[in-house]
C-alpha cells in the first residue's frame, strides 16, 4: 500500500521523489517524508498528511542533492503522525530506510535492539529495520542488507541510503513490489511504474530475495547470498499521458469512460481469426485432466470471480467454486492435482492472493493469474499468466479492470465449452459476435447519464441502502454495493433478492433506497415479486434492466434501460450504471473521489 521512490543521478533528487511519489498516491497513504544526502550528512523531513503538506514544509529548504528516497505511508504500525512517518534513520542520523509490507518479527527484533542500548523514537516496525542495519553495518552496505533481510520475517520492499556512501542506493524485496528504472545518467526505484515513466520505460523487475545496488551510471542485481544475477529489461509498452486524467476531472470517471476500448482490446487479445485461443496457458490434456476450478481473489476481483464461477457452470458446465482470498489458507482446501487454481488480482500484487496462489502451488494445483500488471508478482509466481487489457488503473476504486476480468472469464467458458463439445462453431461464433457487441453498447451507456446524476443527488445524503439481484445479478450487486461503500462511505449491503424476507426486510422504511438488478429473463418475474414487496414497504426502488422490461418499469421509481444482450454478457452491461451512480454521488458529496479514505490501490499486507 505505501509508496516507495528513490532517484540517483544528474538531476534533483528532491524534486524527483516527490513528483514520483505524487504519481503514488492513488496507492493510498496517510503521510509523507523524504531523505537526501547533502554534505556527507542525511537530512530527512517528514510530515503527517497529504503530500501537499510535506511539500509546503519543504519550501525555503535547501534539499539540492543527486541522491535521495521517499515515500508515502498508510498506517499498519503506529498512529498516522509526523514521528511514524517514513523514512526512518538510525541513532546517528548515518542511515535511512522507507519500507513498503510488515516486519512480522519485529517485537523480538526490537527487543535485542533497545537491549543492545538502540533508543526508539516511533511505533513502527519499520524503525527496528533502520537499527539493525546499523548494528550490522561493518563497512559494506550490500553486506548489511543481506545480514538484516535474512534476520526479517514478513513482508518488505526497502529502499536504504548511507551517508558515507553518497553515490549509491541499495533495495531489496520479499512479497512486495519493487521495480528499477533504468535512466541514463540517472536510476531510479519505485513501487510502481507510473512513478517513474516521466523518466525512463526500461526497467527491472526485482524477484523476491534480489538485493540491488543502484549507481548514476550502473544497477547490479544480486541473489539473497549476494551472487550476481541477470534480470531481463522491461520495456513498458504504455506511457505517461496514460497515466494522468486526459482532461477528466478524476481518474476513476476516466477510467469508466476507457471501457469501451478496454474491453475491445481484451477481447482481441484471444479472439484470432474467429477463434477463442487460451492454448499459451491450458493444453487440451489439462483440460480433460482438470475436474475443479478454484477462483481466489479479494474485493471487486472476487467479485469478478463470482462472475466467473457464474459463466463457467453455466456455459461449460464446470465445477467452479469462489473463494475469499484471505480465507483460503486457512480452510484446508481439498486441492490437488486435477485442480485448476485461479488467482485474480488487477495490481498482481495482492498479498493475500499472492498467499492463497502459493498454498494451492504446494497442493499440487496448475496455478493460472488474471491480472493487469506485466511482471507483477502473482503473473512470476502462477504457471501461467493471463493478462487483462485494461491499461493502467490509477483510481483506488476499481471498474476498468473489473470489467476486463470479467470479459476474460467469458471467453474462458465459451472456449472450455467448446473443447468439451458443448457448443459447436455455429453457437461460439454467435457468442463471439455477441461479445463484440459490448464495446458499443457500453459507449451508449456513458452517453446517456443525466438520470444517474439525479439518482445520485437522491442518495448522497442518506446513511444506508440495498442492492439486491438474483443469481449472477447478485453478484453484480455485491459489486456495485461495494463501489457505493467505497467511494461515497454510504452503508450499502447487497442481497441475494429472495433472502431480503428473511430476516433484513425489517430494515427497510419509507425512503430507503434499494437499487435492483434484473438482467435474467428466467429470473425476472421472481426479481419483480420481490421488488413489490420492498415497494410496499416504501422502499425508493432504482432498477436496472433491459428497456423492454414493462413489468420492472413499473414497479421502479427510476429505471435505468440496457440495451438487450445474452443474459451471461448483460452484467458487463449493469455494472457500468452502478459505476456511474456511485462516482456522482461521491461527487455529490465532494469526497475525494481517486482516493477515498482508509483504501489503498494494491494491498500488499495480509
Same mark, same amino acid.
Given at each position: 500500500?505505501?509508496?516507495?521512490?528513490?532517484?540517483?543521478?544528474?538531476?534533483?533528487?528532491?524534486?524527483?521523489?516527490?513528483?514520483?511519489?505524487?504519481?503514488?498516491?492513488?496507492?493510498?497513504?496517510?503521510?509523507?517524508?523524504?531523505?537526501?544526502?547533502?554534505?556527507?550528512?542525511?537530512?530527512?523531513?517528514?510530515?503527517?498528511?497529504?503530500?501537499?503538506?510535506?511539500?509546503?514544509?519543504?519550501?525555503?529548504?535547501?534539499?539540492?542533492?543527486?541522491?535521495?528516497?521517499?515515500?508515502?505511508?498508510?498506517?499498519?504500525?503506529?498512529?498516522?503522525?509526523?514521528?511514524?512517518?517514513?523514512?526512518?534513520?538510525?541513532?546517528?542520523?548515518?542511515?535511512?530506510?522507507?519500507?513498503?509490507?510488515?516486519?512480522?518479527?519485529?517485537?523480538?527484533?526490537?527487543e535485542e535492539l533497545v537491549e543492545k542500548g538502540y533508543h526508539?523514537?516511533?511505533?513502527?516496525?519499520?524503525?527496528?529495520?533502520?537499527?539493525?542495519?546499523?548494528?550490522?553495518?561493518?563497512?559494506?552496505?550490500?553486506?548489511?542488507?543481506?545480514?538484516?533481510?535474512?534476520?526479517?520475517?514478513?513482508?518488505?520492499?526497502l529502499g536504504v541510503i548511507h551517508k558515507d556512501f553518497p553515490?549509491?542506493?541499495?533495495?531489496?524485496?520479499?512479497?512486495?513490489?519493487?521495480?528499477?528504472?533504468?535512466?541514463?545518467?540517472?536510476?531510479?526505484?519505485?513501487?510502481?511504474?507510473?512513478?517513474?515513466?516521466?523518466?525512463?520505460?526500461?526497467?527491472?523487475?526485482?524477484?523476491?530475495?534480489?538485493?540491488?545496488?543502484?549507481?548514476?551510471?550502473?544497477?547490479?542485481?544480486?541473489?539473497?547470498?549476494?551472487?550476481?544475477?541477470?534480470?531481463?529489461?522491461?520495456?513498458?509498452?504504455?506511457?505517461?499521458?496514460?497515466?494522468?486524467?486526459?482532461?477528466?476531472?478524476?481518474?476513476?470517471?476516466?477510467?469508466?469512460?476507457?471501457?469501451?476500448?478496454?474491453?475491445?482490446?481484451?477481447?482481441?487479445?484471444?479472439?484470432?481469426?474467429?477463434?477463442?485461443?487460451?492454448?499459451?496457458?491450458?493444453?487440451?490434456?489439462?483440460?480433460?485432466?482438470?475436474?475443479?476450478?478454484?477462483?481466489?481473489?479479494?474485493?471487486?476481483?472476487?467479485?469478478?470471480?463470482?462472475?466467473?464461477?457464474?459463466?463457467?457452470?453455466?456455459?461449460?458446465?464446470?465445477?467452479?467454486?469462489?473463494?475469499?482470498?484471505?480465507?483460503?489458507?486457512?480452510?484446508?482446501?481439498?486441492?490437488?492435482?486435477?485442480?485448476?487454481?485461479?488467482?485474480?488480482?488487477?495490481?498482481?500484487?495482492?498479498?493475500?492472493?499472492?498467499?492463497?496462489?502459493?498454498?494451492?502451488?504446494?497442493?499440487?494445483?496448475?496455478?493460472?493469474?488474471?491480472?493487469?500488471?506485466?511482471?507483477?508478482?502473482?503473473?512470476?509466481?502462477?504457471?501461467?499468466?493471463?493478462?487483462?487489457?485494461?491499461?493502467?488503473?490509477?483510481?483506488?476504486?476499481?471498474?476498468?479492470?473489473?470489467?476486463?476480468?470479467?470479459?476474460?472469464?467469458?471467453?474462458?467458458?465459451?472456449?472450455?465449452?467448446?473443447?468439451?463439445?458443448?457448443?459447436?462453431?455455429?453457437?461460439v461464433n454467435r457468442l463471439i459476435k455477441s461479445l463484440y /457487441?459490448?464495446?458499443? !453498447?457500453?459507449?451508449?451507456?456513458?452517453?446517456?447519464?443525466? *438520470?444517474? +446524476? =439525479? $439518482?445520485?443527488?437522491?442518495?448522497?445524503?442518506?446513511?444506508?441502502?440495498?442492492?439486491?439481484?438474483?443469481?449472477?445479478?447478485?453478484?453484480?450487486?455485491?459489486?456495485?454495493?461495494?463501489?457505493?461503500?467505497?467511494?461515497?462511505?454510504?452503508?450499502?449491503?447487497?442481497?441475494?433478492?429472495?433472502?431480503?424476507?428473511?430476516?433484513?426486510?425489517?430494515?427497510?422504511?419509507?425512503?430507503?433506497?434499494?437499487?435492483?438488478?434484473?438482467?435474467?429473463?428466467?429470473?425476472?418475474?421472481?426479481?419483480?415479486?420481490?421488488?413489490?414487496?420492498?415497494?410496499?414497504?416504501?422502499?425508493?426502488?432504482?432498477?436496472?434492466?433491459?428497456?423492454?422490461?414493462?413489468?420492472?418499469?413499473?414497479?421502479?421509481?427510476?429505471?435505468?434501460?440496457?440495451?438487450?444482450?445474452?443474459?451471461?454478457?448483460?452484467?458487463?452491461?449493469?455494472?457500468?450504471?452502478?459505476?456511474?451512480?456511485?462516482?456522482? /454521488?461521491?461527487?455529490? !458529496?465532494?469526497?475525494?473521489?481517486?482516493?477515498?479514505?482508509? *483504501?489503498? +490501490? =494494491? $494491498?500488499?499486507?495480509?
Open positions: 500500500m505505501c509508496g516507495i521512490v528513490g532517484y540517483i543521478g544528474k538531476g534533483d533528487a528532491k524534486n524527483v521523489v516527490l513528483q514520483g511519489l505524487e504519481k503514488l498516491e492513488y496507492r493510498g497513504y496517510d503521510s509523507a517524508g523524504i531523505a537526501v544526502i547533502k554534505d556527507s550528512k542525511i537530512i530527512v523531513e517528514k510530515k503527517k498528511g497529504r503530500l501537499k503538506n510535506l511539500e509546503s514544509h519543504l519550501e525555503g529548504l535547501d534539499l539540492s542533492s543527486h541522491i535521495g528516497i521517499g515515500h508515502t505511508r498508510w498506517a499498519t504500525h503506529g498512529e498516522p503522525s509526523d514521528r511514524n512517518s517514513h523514512p526512518h534513520y538510525s541513532e546517528d542520523l548515518s542511515i535511512a530506510v522507507v519500507h513498503n509490507g510488515i516486519i512480522e518479527n519485529y517485537s523480538s527484533l526490537k526508539f523514537t516511533s511505533d513502527t516496525d519499520t524503525e527496528v529495520v533502520a537499527h539493525l542495519l546499523h548494528s550490522v553495518f561493518k563497512g559494506n552496505l550490500l553486506e548489511a542488507l543481506k545480514e538484516t533481510i535474512s534476520r526479517l520475517r514478513g513482508s518488505f520492499a553515490n549509491e542506493i541499495v533495495c531489496t524485496r520479499k512479497d512486495s513490489p519493487l521495480v528499477i528504472g533504468i535512466g541514463e545518467n540517472e536510476n531510479l526505484i519505485a513501487s510502481d511504474i507510473p512513478a517513474i515513466l516521466k523518466y525512463t520505460k526500461d526497467v527491472y523487475f526485482l524477484e523476491d530475495g534480489d538485493i540491488a545496488k543502484l549507481t548514476e551510471n550502473s544497477i547490479q542485481i544480486f541473489d539473497k547470498n549476494l551472487s550476481p544475477v541477470e534480470r531481463e529489461i522491461k520495456f513498458i509498452e504504455w506511457d505517461y499521458e496514460q497515466a494522468t486524467k486526459g482532461g477528466y476531472p478524476h481518474f476513476m470517471i476516466k477510467e469508466i469512460f476507457e471501457q469501451p476500448k478496454s474491453i475491445e482490446e481484451t477481447l482481441n487479445r484471444r479472439i484470432h481469426d474467429g477463434k477463442i485461443d487460451f492454448s499459451d496457458v491450458l493444453s487440451d490434456d489439462e483440460i480433460k485432466k482438470f475436474n475443479m476450478i478454484h477462483i481466489v481473489a479479494c474485493g471487486t476481483a472476487y467479485h469478478a470471480g463470482l462472475q466467473g464461477q457464474y459463466a463457467l457452470r453455466s456455459i461449460s458446465r464446470t465445477n467452479a467454486l469462489v473463494e475469499i482470498a484471505s480465507e483460503y489458507r486457512y480452510m484446508n482446501p481439498f486441492v490437488d492435482e486435477n485442480t485448476l487454481a485461479i488467482f485474480v488480482s488487477q495490481s498482481g500484487e495482492t498479498l493475500d492472493t499472492l498467499a492463497a496462489l502459493k498454498e494451492a502451488k504446494a497442493r499440487g494445483a496448475k496455478t493460472l493469474a488474471i491480472t493487469n500488471v506485466v511482471g507483477s508478482t502473482i503473473s512470476r509466481e502462477a504457471h501461467s499468466t493471463i493478462y487483462t487489457m485494461a491499461g493502467p488503473e490509477i483510481a483506488v476504486a476499481s471498474t476498468k479492470a473489473y470489467t476486463t476480468q470479467v470479459i476474460i472469464f467469458q471467453l474462458l467458458s465459451i472456449y472450455l465449452a467448446e473443447k468439451k463439445g458443448l457448443l459447436n462453431n455455429e453457437e /457487441t459490448i464495446p458499443s !453498447k457500453v459507449q451508449n451507456e456513458l452517453q446517456n447519464t443525466d *438520470l444517474l +446524476k =439525479s $439518482v445520485a443527488n437522491f442518495m448522497k445524503d442518506k446513511s444506508s441502502g440495498f442492492y439486491i439481484g438474483r443469481g449472477v445479478d447478485f453478484a453484480t450487486a455485491l459489486e456495485g454495493s461495494l463501489k457505493m461503500k467505497e467511494i461515497t462511505y454510504i452503508h450499502t449491503e447487497a442481497f441475494a433478492a429472495g433472502e431480503l424476507k428473511h430476516g433484513s426486510i425489517a430494515l427497510i422504511e419509507p425512503g430507503t433506497p434499494v437499487i435492483v438488478v434484473a438482467t435474467q429473463s428466467n429470473l425476472l418475474e421472481k426479481t419483480v415479486s420481490n421488488m413489490k414487496e420492498l415497494k410496499a414497504r416504501g422502499a425508493h426502488i432504482t432498477t436496472i434492466a433491459r428497456r423492454s422490461c414493462k413489468e420492472a418499469i413499473e414497479a421502479s421509481d427510476e429505471f435505468i434501460g440496457i440495451d438487450d444482450i445474452d443474459d451471461v454478457f448483460s452484467v458487463l452491461l449493469a455494472i457500468i450504471p452502478l459505476q456511474l451512480l456511485s462516482y456522482f /454521488t461521491s461527487v455529490e !458529496k465532494g469526497i475525494d473521489v481517486d482516493k477515498p479514505r482508509n *483504501l489503498a +490501490k =494494491s $494491498v500488499t499486507v495480509e
